[in-house]
């Protein structure tokens, strides 16, 4: 299985202030296809899941653009322009090239 | 409006037999992959299963093969998780999810809480 390792695990930010997330995976996640297929997603308490990010680099809809995401082969990079009070919650990275697609740990990311 | 509604989530003991089902509307249900993810309490996500348009073709994750079955029932928009053998280990929120891998197109059910205990 494709091994997913986030960092860091915890996040403490000031309001207004940038913050960014690693995520690197065990072997590339290129696809047969030429497609990286590279998730973000943001839990926040008592929530579901929502995608941020897909295919590295592409917003889903209606996320703001202060959310960016980077990063390639094996090594990736979400990044927040300025947090607010709504960013805080779990980040969860996670790749869909190879089954079983697989999640990183979660970095909790809270307002210092 | 895209809505997934799963039910049939409860406690059941080891060894023990649940079905889940969720409920699409909002969108042309047959069109899209659909799948199960899993969070065990204050823990991780867990990509459980999926399952083609049509059901030709479905994945499981290793942890569940051969209890688990994934299945679809496009002519009622519904999505299925049976789930049999259960363990202690299996007890988590089980999401319904709709995701297209190359689109912006990405819906979480609100989760079905599966407890397994004796």
């Known amino acids: 299985d494709v091994v997913m390792t986030q960092s860091p695990l915890s996040l403490p930010v000031a309001l207004g202030q940038p913050a960014s997330i690693s995520c690197r995976s065990s072997?590339?996640?290129?696809?047969?296809?030429?497609?990286?297929?590279f998730n973000w997603y943001h839990q926040r308490p008592g929530q579901s899941p929502r995608r941020l990010i897909y295919?590295?680099?592409n917003r889903d809809s209606g996320v703001p653009d202060k959310f960016s995401g980077g990063g390639s082969g094996t090594d990736f990079t979400l990044k927040i322009s300025r947090v607010e009070a709504e960013d805080v919650g779990v980040y969860y990275c996670?790749?869909?090239?190879?089954?079983?697609?697989?999640f990183g740990q979660g970095t909790k990311v809270e307002i210092k | 409006e895209v809505q997934l509604v799963e039910s049939g989530g409860g406690l059941v003991q080891p060894g023990g037999s649940l079905r889940l089902s969720c409920a699409a509307s909002?969108?042309?249900?047959?069109?899209?992959?659909m799948s199960w993810v899993r969070q065990a309490p204050g823990k991780g996500l867990e990509w459980v299963a999926n399952?083609?348009?049509?059901?030709?073709?479905?994945n499981i994750v290793d942890s569940v093969k051969g209890r688990f079955i994934i299945s679809r029932d496009n002519a009622k928009n519904s999505l299925f998780l049976q789930m049999n053998s259960l363990r202690a280990e299996d007890t988590a929120v089980y999401y319904c999810?709709?995701?297209?891998?190359?689109?912006?197109?990405?819906?979480w059910g609100q989760g079905t809480l599966v407890s397994v205990s004796s």
């Open positions: 909002g969108f042309t249900f047959s069109s899209f992959w």
């Open positions: 996670m790749q869909g090239t190879q089954w079983p697609w697989t």
């Open positions: 295919k590295v680099s």
């Open positions: 399952i083609k348009q049509d059901g030709s073709d479905k």
């Open positions: 072997q590339s996640l290129v696809d047969s296809d030429g497609n990286t297929y």
């Open positions: 999810v709709k995701e297209s891998r190359s689109r912006s197109e990405s819906d």
